[in-house]
């Protein structure tokens, strides 16, 4: 009894010991994580805010050191630390910079929600007469939301279609209500209403008469109205939503409104700064890849004359072999009778004519410097880059 009693008190206490060592690698390891990581940040705005840490490190580590210094809040204000490959080319490393942090730097501005509509959006209008997934009673409110995003909208320069394109997703019940084009993208916006259930369901249906053949509009009997709205923002032609916000006890739509657009302008700062940093990294590839391109035809080159240069030393062992070879039919003609005497000394001759011939050193002696060439005899020396245009395979 005392025995097992024992065993059991020395499985817990190992248990509790591998626990505690384990706690004492993580909090060795998130140690070391931040001793990194502030290193790597003091480092990169030292040089200007952009630093190559080279083939020493590698994008797993730059990744898990941006994703600190974001948690931690350790980064400049409104910069946030990314990383690409060194030179665009994975091979020379990776290199770490600062770039603006949009969400902090981009003002959330306020949107006012009219009262009254009276000179509605015609898409907000075509909502307002449309009965689907908001309830009659509710229908207004929805439309003043639109309404009060369609300004927001067009304050910023972008432009709301009078009427909303329909989506062709597949799905019947996520047809939007109101649609943006921006200058980077299209989006539209659905607004529903929730259930009792916080369910998502069709607050009017379609009633066919059996008789007349007629169709109506009716109230969804099994629709139980909660009042509770919710906006989605998805991209046009793509059903994974960019934003989705909707009436809770801490805050209301209205409140909300706010932040689906500070979304959106977060997201066009974004698209305009890609749109440059492409361009810069663009140029930079078009560099690198000259540079592979000019040492892989270096490599050809190499490989090229190292292929000759195995080519004449065996024409050159053979062209030695020939006239070896007719020095042994001039000896052995020596011993023949007259008439096959004269035919092997005449063969002897043509063997060392053709020995001359053959020999490389009667030929051009220099390195072969390649120019052009195939793609397909340039490629294995890229490196993983593309013989045609500047992109890596």
């Known amino acids: 009894m005392l025995t097992e009693q024992g065993r059991r008190v020395a499985v817990v206490r190992e248990r509790e010991r591998q626990a505690e060592q384990a706690q004492a690698e993580r909090v060795r390891a998130q140690q070391q994580l931040r001793t990194r990581a502030l290193e790597v940040l003091e480092a990169t705005i030292a040089a200007g805010g952009c630093l190559d840490l080279g083939t020493g490190s590698t994008a797993a580590e730059a990744t898990q050191i941006a994703d600190y210094l974001a948690r931690e809040r350790l980064?400049?204000?409104g910069r946030r630390l990314v990383h690409e490959p060194t030179?665009?080319?994975?091979?020379?490393?990776?290199?770490v910079y600062?770039?603006?942090?949009?969400?902090?730097?981009?003002?959330?501005?306020?949107?006012?929600?009219?009262?009254?509509?009276?000179?509605?959006?015609?898409?907000?209008?075509?909502?307002?007469?449309?009965?689907?997934?908001?309830?009659?009673?509710?229908?207004?409110?929805?439309?003043?939301?639109?309404?009060a995003m369609v300004s927001a909208?067009?304050?910023?320069?972008?432009?709301?279609?009078?009427?909303?394109?329909l989506s062709y997703s597949g799905r019947d019940t996520v047809q939007p209500d109101l649609a943006f084009r921006l200058p980077s993208q299209q989006v539209v916006v659905s607004i529903r209403e929730l259930d009792?259930?916080?369910?998502?369901?069709?607050?009017?249906?379609?009633?066919?008469?059996?008789?007349?053949?007629?169709?109506?509009?009716?109230a969804n009997k099994d629709f139980l109205s909660s009042?509770?709205?919710?906006?989605?923002?998805?991209?046009?032609?793509?059903?994974?939503?960019i934003l989705s916000v909707k009436d809770t006890h801490d805050a209301t739509l209205e409140d909300q409104l706010a932040t689906l657009v500070h979304t959106l302008e977060v997201a066009e700062a974004q698209a305009r700064w890609?749109?440059?940093?492409?361009?810069?990294?663009?140029?930079?590839?078009?560099?690198?890849?000259?540079?592979?391109?000019?040492?892989?035809?270096?490599?050809?080159?190499?490989?090229?004359?190292?292929?000759?240069?195995?080519d004449e030393l065996a024409r050159r062992e053979a062209a030695a072999a020939m006239r070896t070879y007719a020095d042994d039919i001039d000896a052995h003609a020596a011993s023949l009778e007259p008439s096959q005497c004269q035919a092997a000394q005449d063969w002897a001759s043509w063997i060392r004519r053709h020995a001359d011939h053959t020999d490389p050193l009667h030929g051009p002696l220099q390195i072969v410097e390649v120019t052009t060439c195939r793609h397909e005899e340039l490629?294995?020396?890229m490196n993983g880059w593309s013989t045609y245009h500047a992109t890596r395979q």
């Open 87 to 95: 030179r665009m080319d994975p091979d020379l490393g990776v290199a």
């Open 379 to 381: 490629q294995p020396y």
């Open 75 to 77: 980064a400049p204000h």
């Open 98 to 147: 600062l770039e603006p942090d949009f969400v902090v730097l981009t003002p959330r501005r306020t949107v006012a929600v009219p009262r009254q509509l009276r000179n509605p959006h015609p898409a907000v209008a075509a909502f307002r007469d449309k009965r689907a997934f908001v309830s009659k009673a509710h229908i207004q409110r929805a439309a003043r939301l639109l309404e």
């Open 274 to 310: 890609q749109q440059q940093e492409e361009s810069r990294r663009a140029e930079i590839r078009e560099v690198r890849w000259q540079e592979v391109k000019k040492d892989a035809f270096r490599k050809l080159t190499y490989a090229r004359n190292a292929e000759r240069l195995r």
């Open 153 to 165: 909208a067009v304050e910023r320069g972008w432009t709301v279609p009078a009427k909303t394109p």
């Open 196 to 218: 009792q259930r916080g369910r998502v369901r069709p607050a009017f249906v379609e009633h066919t008469d059996y008789y007349t053949r007629t169709s109506r509009t009716l």
């Open 227 to 241: 009042g509770r709205l919710e906006v989605t923002l998805t991209k046009m032609w793509d059903q994974q939503p």
